[in-house]
C-alpha cells in the first residue's frame, strides 16, 4: 500500500500490547480526542480491541483508509479467513458472533469479487429508479403523522419516536410492503438483534416473508424497490433477492437514524449551530453535510479481512487479521483538514458513504429522508433539549454513532390531532 519501511520497523498486532477498546471511540463524548489520542499513539494505523482480547487494526489515516476500501482483492469481506476462529478468541457470549461468523454471510454488503459485482447492479438499478419527488411526499407524509402522534404531549424521545422510526416506514413504503407487513418486519428484526441463538429461527421467518413480497411483486409488475429486484436476471434465486431487499432496508435504517438523530442533536444543543442554521446562514443540507464532516454516523465500517500480508503506514498486516476503517478518523485527518471551518460548507469529500465496490448506493435517497425528516420536525415544532446537552448519552455500538435518546419538550398546539391507524405504534421496537 505504501513504500515499504525496512521490516525492522514494522509494527505487528504481537508487539502492540495494551489495546483500547473500539467501543470507546463511538460511545465518547468527544470521539476526536479517543481517534486523536490513537492517531498521536500510533500513526495512521492503531492497534484495538473489538471486544476485550479481539483485535483488529484501525485505519485512521485518509489515505490509507481509501486505499483499504478501495483494494477489495487484498482486503475482504468474507470472515470465515480471520485468523481469530481458529485461535478460538470468540467465546460463547461474545456480541460479535453476529459480525464474524465461521461461514461467509448471504448478503451484498458481505460479498466479494465475482459475487459482489454481480448483486450490486440490481441495487444500482432499484434505487436509482426510486423517484425522488415520490420518496419526498411519502417521507413528509410519514414525518407528519409521526409528529401527530406525540406533538400533543408536548414531549418526546426524538431517537425511539422519530429517528429510529422513520427510515424502516419510508423504506417500507419504497419497498412496495403493505403497513402490517412492515409492523411484522419490524418486530422480527429487533428480535434478531435480541435473540442471540434463536435469530436463526427468526432469520427463517423474515426471509419467507420478504421473499413471498418479491414473487407477489414479480406477479403485479411492480416498479418499487421490491419490483425492479424481483425480476433481475443477475440473482441466481429469489432467496438472494430476498436477501438482498432485507439489507438495503436495514442499512438505510442504521445510518439514516443515526444521520437524522445526529443532525436534530446538534442543531438543539450546540447554539453555533443552531443559530447558523435558524438565522438562514446555512442551508439544511450544509447541516447534514457538518454532521457527516464533524461527528459521522458510520464512524467504524465492519471489518475487513486480510488477505495475505500487506503494509500499510508502519504496521505489517498480516493474513487473516481483521481491519476497521475509521471513517471518522479519515474524515478528520490533519493531511485533508484546514482550519477554516467554512471550507466543510458545500464540500462533500468525506469519506461517510464509504469508498470502493461496497460504497452506498443511495447518498442521495439518504440525503432525501434526513432533509425532509430533519426539517418537517424543525417547522412543526419548536423543540428543547431536556437537561444539560453535555450529558447526551451515546448508544454503545462500536459502527455506529447516534444518541440513545433524545428527550424533548415542545409547546404542544392548541386542537388535538387526529388519531390515525397507520403508523403504528412501534416505540417500544426501538427502546
Ligand atoms: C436510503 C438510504 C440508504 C440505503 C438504501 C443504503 C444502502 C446501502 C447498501 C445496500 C450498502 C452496501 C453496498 C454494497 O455492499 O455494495 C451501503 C453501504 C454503505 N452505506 Fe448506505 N444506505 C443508505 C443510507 C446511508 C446513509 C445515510 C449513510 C451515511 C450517512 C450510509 C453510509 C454507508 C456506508 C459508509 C456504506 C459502505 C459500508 C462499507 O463499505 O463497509 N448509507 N448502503
Given at each position: 500500500?505504501?513504500?515499504?519501511?525496512?521490516?525492522?520497523?514494522?509494527?505487528r498486532?504481537?508487539?502492540?500490547?495494551?489495546?483500547?477498546?473500539?467501543?470507546?471511540?463511538?460511545?465518547?463524548?468527544?470521539?476526536?480526542?479517543?481517534?486523536?489520542?490513537?492517531?498521536?499513539?500510533?500513526?495512521?494505523?492503531?492497534?484495538?480491541?473489538?471486544?476485550?482480547g479481539?483485535?483488529?487494526?484501525?485505519?485512521?489515516?485518509?489515505?490509507?483508509?481509501?486505499?483499504?476500501?478501495?483494494?477489495?482483492?487484498?482486503?475482504?469481506?468474507?470472515?470465515?479467513?480471520?485468523?481469530?476462529?481458529?485461535?478460538?478468541?470468540?467465546?460463547?457470549?461474545?456480541?460479535?458472533?453476529?459480525?464474524l461468523?465461521?461461514?461467509?454471510?448471504?448478503?451484498?454488503?458481505?460479498?466479494?469479487?465475482?459475487?459482489?459485482?454481480?448483486?450490486?447492479?440490481?441495487v444500482?438499478?432499484?434505487?436509482?429508479?426510486?423517484?425522488?419527488?415520490?420518496?419526498?411526499?411519502?417521507?413528509?407524509?410519514?414525518?407528519?403523522?409521526?409528529?401527530?402522534?406525540?406533538?400533543?404531549?408536548?414531549?418526546?424521545?426524538?431517537?425511539?419516536?422519530?429517528?429510529?422510526?422513520?427510515?424502516?416506514?419510508?423504506?417500507?413504503?419504497?419497498?412496495?410492503?403493505?403497513?402490517?407487513?412492515?409492523?411484522?418486519?419490524?418486530?422480527?428484526?429487533?428480535?434478531?438483534?435480541?435473540?442471540?441463538?434463536?435469530?436463526?429461527?427468526?432469520?427463517?421467518?423474515?426471509l419467507?416473508i420478504?421473499?413471498?413480497?418479491i414473487?407477489?411483486?414479480?406477479?403485479?409488475?411492480?416498479?418499487?424497490?421490491?419490483?425492479?429486484l424481483?425480476?433481475?436476471?443477475?440473482?441466481?434465486?429469489?432467496?438472494?433477492?430476498?436477501?438482498?431487499?432485507?439489507?438495503?432496508?436495514?442499512?438505510?435504517?442504521?445510518?439514516?437514524?443515526?444521520?437524522?438523530?445526529?443532525?436534530l442533536?446538534?442543531?438543539?444543543?450546540?447554539?453555533?449551530?443552531?443559530?447558523?442554521?435558524?438565522?438562514?446562514?446555512?442551508?439544511?443540507?450544509?447541516?447534514?453535510?457538518?454532521?457527516?464532516?464533524?461527528?459521522?454516523?458510520?464512524?467504524?465500517?465492519?471489518?475487513?479481512?486480510?488477505?495475505?500480508?500487506?503494509?500499510?503506514?508502519?504496521?505489517?498486516?498480516?493474513?487473516?487479521?481483521?481491519?476497521?476503517?475509521?471513517?471518522?478518523?479519515?474524515?478528520?485527518?490533519?493531511?485533508?483538514?484546514?482550519?477554516?471551518?467554512?471550507?466543510?460548507?458545500?464540500?462533500?469529500?468525506?469519506?461517510?458513504?464509504?469508498?470502493?465496490?461496497?460504497?452506498?448506493?443511495?447518498?442521495?435517497?439518504?440525503?432525501?429522508?434526513?432533509?425532509?425528516a430533519?426539517?418537517?420536525?424543525l417547522?412543526?415544532?419548536?423543540?428543547?433539549?431536556?437537561?444539560?446537552?453535555?450529558?447526551?448519552?451515546?448508544?454503545?455500538?462500536?459502527?455506529?454513532?447516534?444518541?440513545?435518546?433524545?428527550?424533548?419538550?415542545?409547546?404542544?398546539p392548541?386542537?388535538?390531532?387526529?388519531?390515525?391507524?397507520?403508523?403504528?405504534?412501534?416505540?417500544?421496537?426501538?427502546?
Open positions: 500500500m505504501t513504500a515499504r519501511p525496512p521490516s525492522d520497523l514494522l509494527t498486532m504481537r508487539d502492540t500490547g495494551e489495546r483500547t477498546l473500539l467501543v470507546e471511540t463511538t460511545a465518547a463524548a468527544d470521539p476526536n480526542a479517543v481517534y486523536e489520542g490513537l492517531r498521536k499513539r500510533w500513526g495512521s494505523v492503531a492497534p484495538v480491541d473489538l471486544e476485550p479481539v483485535p483488529a487494526w484501525l485505519v485512521l489515516g485518509h489515505n490509507e483508509a481509501v486505499g483499504v476500501l478501495r483494494d477489495d482483492r487484498g482486503f475482504v469481506k468474507d470472515p470465515s479467513i480471520w485468523r481469530g476462529h481458529d485461535a478460538g478468541l470468540l467465546g460463547p457470549q461474545s456480541a460479535l458472533h453476529l459480525v461468523p465461521r461461514t461467509p454471510k448471504p448478503t451484498l454488503a458481505d460479498a466479494d469479487g465475482v459475487k459482489h459485482t454481480r448483486m450490486r447492479p440490481p444500482d438499478d432499484a434505487l436509482s429508479q426510486v423517484d425522488e419527488t415520490r420518496a419526498s411526499a411519502i417521507t413528509r407524509r410519514l414525518c407528519g403523522m409521526l409528529i401527530d402522534r406525540f406533538e400533543d404531549r408536548g414531549r418526546a424521545d426524538l431517537v425511539a419516536e422519530y429517528a429510529a422510526v422513520v427510515p424502516f416506514l419510508v423504506l417500507s413504503e419504497l419497498d412496495g410492503l403493505e403497513p402490517g407487513q412492515a409492523q411484522r418486519l419490524q418486530e422480527i428484526t429487533r428480535a434478531i438483534f435480541e435473540a442471540g441463538a434463536a435469530a436463526r429461527e427468526r432469520t427463517v421467518e423474515l419467507e420478504v421473499t413471498g413480497h414473487a407477489h411483486s414479480r406477479e403485479r409488475g411492480t416498479r418499487d424497490i421490491a419490483g425492479v424481483a425480476v433481475h436476471d443477475n440473482f441466481e434465486s429469489d432467496l438472494e433477492r430476498a436477501q438482498t431487499l432485507t439489507a438495503i432496508t436495514l442499512a438505510a435504517n442504521e445510518s439514516l437514524l443515526a444521520w437524522i438523530a445526529q443532525t442533536v446538534l442543531i438543539l444543543s450546540d447554539p453555533r449551530f443552531s443559530n447558523r442554521v435558524s438565522g438562514g446562514r446555512l442551508h439544511i443540507d450544509d447541516a447534514l453535510d457538518e454532521v457527516l464532516w464533524r461527528s459521522t454516523t458510520n464512524p467504524n465500517l465492519m471489518p475487513r479481512f486480510a488477505v495475505r500480508d500487506v503494509v500499510v503506514g508502519d504496521k505489517l498486516i498480516e493474513r487473516g487479521e481483521a481491519v476497521v476503517v475509521a471513517v471518522h478518523a479519515a474524515n478528520h485527518d490533519p493531511l485533508i483538514q484546514s482550519d477554516d471551518p467554512w471550507d466543510t460548507v458545500g464540500n462533500r469529500a468525506y469519506l461517510s458513504f464509504g469508498a470502493g465496490p461496497h460504497r452506498c448506493p443511495a447518498p442521495r435517497l439518504g440525503r432525501v429522508i434526513a432533509r425532509i430533519v426539517a418537517e420536525l417547522q412543526r415544532l419548536q423543540v428543547k433539549l431536556v437537561g444539560d446537552p453535555k450529558q447526551v448519552t451515546w448508544a454503545t455500538s462500536p459502527w455506529m454513532r447516534f444518541p440513545a435518546r433524545l428527550p424533548v419538550t415542545f409547546p404542544p392548541q386542537a388535538q390531532p387526529p388519531q390515525g391507524a397507520w403508523p403504528p405504534d412501534m416505540t417500544a421496537f426501538t427502546q
